[in-house]
């Protein structure tokens, strides 16, 4: 009798072990095609993004010398680029990575599923913070770069900001304030993302490289 209850016992952990093997394969395949399908997503609207900001870059003219005094003492405007009924602000680059990325003006959930989403701020503020999910495909890769490494933001009007980074750190998923200024609050640009299970958030800081404006 004893016999038989601890051999139902170890069947019962058999199959409970068995269904979440299932289960943690099946999450495992999930996420892979998550990756790839917010990957092939990205890599859409890149092209039509940067055809966009060509036009955009073409059709821009210098203004007249009589209105170049007023308009300067205007605060910049950023432009927005609509493509499938969401609205971009530019895109980012990270040599080092072999990333190009859409940068959606605003995030959501469903919009990280699409592309990396401003947090934060803006380039012309110089305090533009960027989110992305840790896919491979978007931020995944975020912990394997180092400080010195450039990054480069194209807006909506083709200007370039090239911008070097000083620090990487991980914090703690909670700490929102820590995630916004880091050790310093002068940072001209933030991204980060979330560690696997969301616990914590990788966070890289840079400031723009001035001289190159």
Known sequence: MKEKINNKISNFFIII??????????????????????GESANLVMGELKENI??????YTVPLEEETETQNEEIPVETLIEIDGNTYIGFISIPELSLELPVMSEWNYDNLKISPCRYKGTAFDGNLIIAAHNYQTHFGRLKEIYNGLKIYFTDGD??????????VETIDGQDIEAMELGSDDTWDLTLFTCTVGGASRVTVRAVEVKNNK
Request: no cysteine.
């Open 158 to 167: 083709g200007k370039v900001r090239e911008y070097e980074i000083q620090q």
């Open 54 to 59: 060509k036009e955009m870059s073409e059709n």
């Open 17 to 38: 072990g068995t269904m979440l093997l299932f289960v943690a394969l099946f999450l495992i395949v999930f996420n892979i095609h998550q990756d790839n399908e917010s």
